[in-house]
């Protein structure tokens, strides 16, 4: 059925096109969700992955209607920007890292 949606985004028909994008966020979008959830933990975060997911299918649908498994792809699409938003998060310092103990006395 995904294939079916990719190839009416694809169709140059913008009605067609933007009911087949909402068909695949109705039917497609809790799965990309929970695929990227499953590695955020965060909902707010994995929304946003989602929106991303749906953006690449607008922009990309004729190669990914192309594919042997697009749903396979997307949902790697998904996975894949969730792992790098963990990365990114655990290279911002926490407040307290950012402190250099040497510079300060203590207090007694």
Known sequence: ??????????????FKAEQALEAIYRDYGKMILNNANRVLHDVFQAEEILYDVLLIIWEKSS???KL???????LTIAFNRAIDI???????PTEFELIDE???KPLS
């Open 1 to 14: 059925m995904i294939k079916y949606y990719l190839a009416e985004i694809d169709s140059g028909n913008r």
């Open 63 to 65: 190669q990914l209607k």
């Open 68 to 74: 042997k498994n697009p749903l396979g792809y997307i």
């Open 86 to 92: 963990k990365r990114k998060i655990k290279e911002i």
């Open 102 to 104: 040497k510079k300060f």
